[in-house]
Every structure is written in structure tokens, then in C-alpha cells.
């Protein structure tokens, strides 16, 4: 029975003889050469790069070129017993040895037992080492003397997609050269003439879909070239490469790109929702998206005679990309870029990645416009529009009164209105109330809710223990206590940041204490006085000193809640006799000791003090007690805060 041939695929079958015929690294056999002329020939290499650009097929081409029987040369005969020995390998006198099988130091001391013996024929005993990174650091050190002074008659090749996990040892004692990834027309024009070799047709929409997946590597292209052969019966069209491929073809990328400039959300998901249930790599969809996108970014420039990032796309992909190009302004698809850009950081790392893209594009298609402040202003030039009265109060405010409302102001002879706009105008900015011209806002609760939707914690923290107020650009912090002075100066920056972005321009931050000062000097925080300052002047009746002191807490409470500082300490509150409680004002001088829970219970349910409480809208904090076994109906103070 006779034996099936061997099929060859195409990355082994076509795999190049010659430097000539080595595609995309003409920086490597050029150099390569140029030292086989002269001579010059490094007794160990090192060659780098990506997976499939070429590394070992252009070390076993230096191995031929070095023991062909007319070398060494830069172009071997192909036809002496070593060349073809070796392009078989079958030669004993280049070995190829897989650095993730031998890689303990056990293979590296067989390596170098085998040095001192010449080869069997050819002119050097050469050692291919692939994927040398991945040798044991025991097996580096053994190999150091050897890789660094070799016997003459030996020649070693490494090659490796990964030198940084190399000892630099090692690297130090290699001629290194670093190949490139292969550019994508080189891999096309290396794809159509494979596809006229195998005589298969197939459509030029196929071949160059393939090639951009291969990410600039020839085997990768190759392998899929393979694929896409074995997997059609006759003409291979770009459908049918996208479906073996498990990717989205061009057509079905720019209809999604197109749905989301259209504002079509419903339609750009559903294109992602058919290429998911197709089986598409959604990682490869995602790029495919963003490199639309910074594809339409390049679309929008301005045409120069120099090389263009498009020249490598057919020129009718190029008309739909500058037809979509037009529909959007260069800002909104630099928003769209770095919004894909993000999503597609989550999509990789996440375990649901439809779900995120799904959502991307839903989002981008739902993102509103932003307007440049230039055209705004072209917009209401064009428009014609009269302008508006700079005061809005000021005519109800004269019809009230019965004063002639003011005359609107003079257009300029150009018809438009000259306005200030200071940064940028977002379409989908959240609404704000204008600030008073004349005064700066204050409270902001519409700040306060931004940051409460930002950072909680923070938001909560202000809501205790600062007021706010904005003039201009200027917001100011005002501590309502001294324990927040700390906290708040610390999140400076972050309020400033919320802030800028609340109010859609820059904002700078201070913190003041005045309150605090006005409410030291006004007497909150400080202990009621129960004597007299002046020696001649006559003391008081307690009687009489705690509603006076009751009063002077009570003014001092006003003016301070009424500049944001209503966190005011008032420290030992006098209390006036009321149902058995006794004024704070009598035997002031005693000394005092913490209250028990049943003493504070009493004197919370005493309804003036009640009142009192609820007037300030405080809490006890602390309450004292004469040191005597008298109860608090004799004597107390408290320590009060508002809140």
C-alpha cells in the first residue's frame, strides 16, 4: 500500500533559504552579511524578537552559510551535503536544542563535554539554543566560560523572545540583534504571493484581514493563511477568513463605528451581540474598534505629501473612514478613543468582557456632543439673537415700583453679542444655578451633593464641619471647629478638583478660620463668666447671672450659625433652676467630677433643658457634677454641641 505524502504547511513548506529571501529584516542580514564577507565573524549570537519574525530560520541560514562547502558566504550553494543536511536537519554538526526542554544544568555540561571534539565534517560545530530564556540560572553560570572564550571550531546561536529575563553576564558575552515586527504591507505582499505559489484564489479583502490579525508576525500570517485554505472550497472571501479566524471582519467594524457616530446605540449593540454569537474574540473586536477610531482621529488631518498611517489601507476603506470622519468633530472622536481605550484596559482583565464591551459601545453611541467655545459663539452670531438684559431682577423689580424698565443694550454693528466663556462648553454638563454676580454663593448644596456623589466620606466630613462659600474662582472653607482645620486643609486639593470639575472651570481653595475666631471672641467655647471682671463692681445673684450668661450664649449662637459655623462648642452651659435643677452659677468655685449615667438621664429629661437642646439643634457631650455627694439638682454643667 503506497504511503500518503506528507503535507507541508505553508510556514515550513515556503520557510526562506537565504538572507535574500528572509522579508523584514533587512537591518539584521544586511550586517549579517556584510561580516560573513569580511570575514568578521562574532563566535556567539543572539538573536531577539517577537514570536514568528524569523529568529531561527535566519540562525539555521547562518549555520549553512558557515559550513557550506563554498563558504563561509553570505550566499549558500543549497546543494552541498551540508546545506542540504541542514535545511533537512539532519546534520550532525549543527544541533538545534529546545532551551524549555534542556534547560537544567545537567544538559549545559553535556553541551560543554562535547566542545573539545571537532566536527565530524563540516567546518564549525554550531549550537542552536531556541528559547534560551528559558535555561535554569545554574545552567547560565555553567555555560559563561564557555559562551566567552569557545573553542574555534564552535559557534553558538541563541535566540529568544524574552532577553530581559537573560543574565546580563550572558547578554555581555553575545552579538545581539533585535528583529523587528514585520510591517503589515510586507506581510500582505508575502501572503499574495504565497496564495499565487498554491495557486488558491482568493479575495484581496481575505489576505489583507489576515495579515492585520498576524500583529506583524509572518508565521502567524502564515499559519492563518493555512487555515483559512484548508477551511474553503473554493474562492476564500473575507467572510469565511473572519469566521475560521473567530474575528469581526472590516464591514461588520466600520457598521458598529458608523451606529455609534449615528447616535444608534440599539444598532451598534447590536452588531456586537451577532459577532459574540458568531464566536468573535471580543479582545480582537475591541482593538478592531480602537483602531477605528484613532483611524478617523488620522482621517480628520489635514492631507501633506509626506507618508500617511492610512497608506496601507485600500483606498476605498480610506473613502468610508474619512465619510465617517466627517460626521464628528476631531474632540468628540478623541472622547470616543480614550473612552474604548478604557474599556478595552477592563475588557482584557475582565471575566465577562461581552458585558463591558456591549456597554462600551452603548455608552459612546448615548455620549452626548461637546461644543468648542468658538463655535458657541459663531452659533449665537449667526443666530442674531437680542441680548439679554444683565440684570434679571432689575425690570420685575422697576414694574413693581413703577419705573420704565431699561433699555436693552446696543447691538454691535456686526450683530452679535461678545460673551465670556471660559473653558469648555459640555453638552452633557448636569445643570447649575447661576451664582449671584454681585456676591458669592454660599452653602453650595449643589457642590456638597456633587462630592457627596464622588467621595461620601469627604462630603460627610463637610457636611459637619465646614461652610462654603465661592466668589469668582475662590472657594473658601470655613472650619466650624478647630478639629476639622486639619482634615480639611489635607483634602484641599481633592474639594479644589471636585470643585473644578463641578463648576467647569478652575477653582482655587483656601480655609479660613474666622469663625472660629468670632466665635471665641463672642464667648462660645468659653465658660459663662459668674463674677465680675472689675473689682468694684458688686456680684451678681446667681439667681439673675444664669439668665443673663443664658442670653450671651444664646446671641453668641446666632451670629455664628448664620455664617456657616453652627459646629460651636459650648463649654459648661450655666442652667437655670428649673424643677429642682440648679443654677450652674452657685458655689461656681466647687470642684466638679464626671457625671453618672442616671445624672445625665435627669438632666436630658428635664423639658427646659429640652428646649434648649432643640433649639440649638445640639447634643450633650459632657456633664459635670459637684465632687460632693449632692446630686446634680444642687449643681452642673454641661458641655453642649451644635450641630
Request: aromatic share 4%.
Amino acid at each position: 500500500m503506497a504511503e500518503t505524502p506528507t503535507h507541508l504547511v505553508l510556514p515550513r513548506k515556503w520557510r526562506p533559504e537565504q538572507f535574500s529571501e528572509l522579508v523584514g529584516q533587512s537591518h539584521v542580514t544586511r550586517t549579517l552579511s556584510e561580516a560573513l564577507r569580511r570575514g568578521r565573524i562574532a563566535h556567539a549570537f543572539l538573536f531577539t524578537g517577537i514570536r514568528g519574525v524569523g529568529k531561527t530560520t535566519a540562525a539555521r541560514i547562518l549555520a549553512r552559510c558557515l559550513n557550506c562547502e563554498k563558504g563561509p558566504t553570505p550566499e549558500p550553494c543549497g546543494e552541498c551535503a551540508a546545506c542540504v543536511e541542514i535545511r533537512a536537519g539532519r546534520a550532525l554538526d549543527v544541533s538545534e536544542i529546545d532551551g524549555a526542554t534542556y534547560r537544567k544544568i545537567d544538559d549545559a555540561r553535556a553541551i560543554i563535554e562535547n566542545l573539545s571534539y571537532r566536527p565530524a565534517r563540516d567546518r564549525f560545530k554550531i549550537y542552536i539554543i531556541d528559547e534560551a530564556h528559558q535555561l535554569t540560572d545554574q545552567a547560565f553560570n555553567a555555560l559563561l566560560k564557555t559562551l566567552e572564550e569557545p573553542p574555534p571550531h564552535v559557534k553558538f546561536i541563541l535566540a529568544t523572545t524574552e532577553p530581559q529575563k537573560m543574565p546580563e553576564t550572558i547578554l555581555s558575552r553575545l552579538q545581539r540583534y533585535d528583529f523587528r515586527r514585520i510591517p503589515y504591507a510586507t506581510i500582505l505582499e508575502r501572503l499574495k504571493d504565497l496564495a499565487h505559489r498554491e495557486e488558491i484564489e482568493i479575495e484581496e479583502s481575505a489576505l489583507r484581514l489576515v495579515a492585520r490579525e498576524a500583529g506583524g508576525s509572518m508565521r502567524d500570517g502564515e499559519r492563518m493563511l493555512e487555515t483559512a485554505i484548508a477551511t474553503s472550497a473554493g474562492k476564500v472571501t473575507e467572510t469565511e477568513v473572519a469566521s475560521s479566524l473567530g474575528v469581526a471582519s472590516r464591514t461588520a467594524v466600520l457598521k458598529i463605528t458608523d451606529a455609534i457616530l449615528d447616535k444608534n446605540a440599539a444598532e451598534a449593540l447590536r452588531g456586537v451581540r451577532e459577532l459574540a454569537n458568531r464566536g468573535a474574540n471580543l479582545e480582537s473586536l475591541g482593538r478592531d474598534l480602537l483602531e477605528t477610531l484613532r483611524n478617523l482621529a488620522i482621517a480628520k488631518l489635514p492631507a501633506t505629501d509626506s507618508q500617511s498611517a492610512l497608506d496601507d489601507i485600500p483606498d476605498h476603506e480610506v473613502a468610508e473612514l474619512k465619510r465617517l470622519a466627517g460626521r464628528a468633530s476631531a474632540r468628540d472622536i478623541m472622547r470616543l478613543f480614550h473612552l474604548m481605550a478604557e474599556s478595552q484596559e477592563q475588557l482584557i482583565r475582565s471575566p465577562y468582557p461581552d458585558l463591558l464591551l456591549e456597554m462600551a459601545v452603548v455608552r459612546m453611541a448615548s455620549l452626548a456632543a461637546v461644543i468648542d467655545a468658538d463655535e458657541l459663539l459663531r452659533a449665537i452670531g449667526s443666530s442674531g439673537a437680542a441680548p439679554q438684559s444683565s440684570s434679571g431682577g432689575g425690570s420685575s423689580g422697576g414694574s413693581r415700583g413703577g419705573a420704565p424698565p431699561e433699555p436693552p443694550a446696543k447691538e454691535p454693528a456686526s450683530g452679535t453679542r461678545r460673551l465670556r466663556v471660559e473653558g469648555e462648553v459640555k453638552a452633557d454638563a448636569p445643570l447649575r444655578k447661576p451664582l449671584a454676580p454681585d456676591s458669592g454663593a454660599r452653602d453650595l448644596p449643589e457642590l456638597r451633593d456633587f462630592i457627596r456623589s464622588r467621595r461620601a466620606a469627604l462630603a460627610g466630613f463637610m457636611e459637619q464641619g465646614a461652610g462654603l462659600a465661592i466668589a469668582g474662582n475662590l472657594l473658601t472653607l470655613s472650619a466650624r471647629n478647630d478639629i476639622y482645620i486639619r482634615y480639611l486643609n489635607d483634602n484641599k486639593s481633592a474639594i479644589a478638583d471636585l470643585a473644578s470639575e463641578h463648576f467647569g472651570r478652575k477653582i482655587r481653595v483656601e480655609l479660613s478660620t474666622e469663625g472660629l475666631a468670632f466665635a471665641a471672641s463672642s464667648g462660645t467655647g468659653n465658660r459663662a463668666p459668674t463674677t465680675p471682671t472689675s473689682s468694684n463692681e458688686s456680684p451678681r445673684e446667681p439667681e439673675r447671672a444664669a439668665p443673663a450668661a443664658m442670653q450671651a450664649s444664646k446671641a453668641a449662637i446666632a451670629p455664628a450659625r448664620s455664617a456657616e459655623s453652627s459646629q460651636n462648642r459650648i463649654d459648661r452651659l450655666p442652667l437655670k433652676k428649673n424643677n429642682g435643677i440648679a443654677s450652674a452659677a452657685t458655689n461656681a468655685t466647687a470642684p466638679l467630677r464626671a457625671a453618672t449615667p442616671e445624672e445625665k438621664q435627669a438632666v436630658l429629661t428635664d423639658p427646659a433643658v429640652r428646649r434648649i437642646f432643640d433649639s440649638l439643634d445640639a447634643r450633650l457631650v459632657e456633664l459635670k457634677v459637684p465632687t460632693s455627694n449632692s446630686s446634680v439638682a444642687e449643681k452642673g454643667g454641661a458641655d453642649i454641641d451644635s450641630k
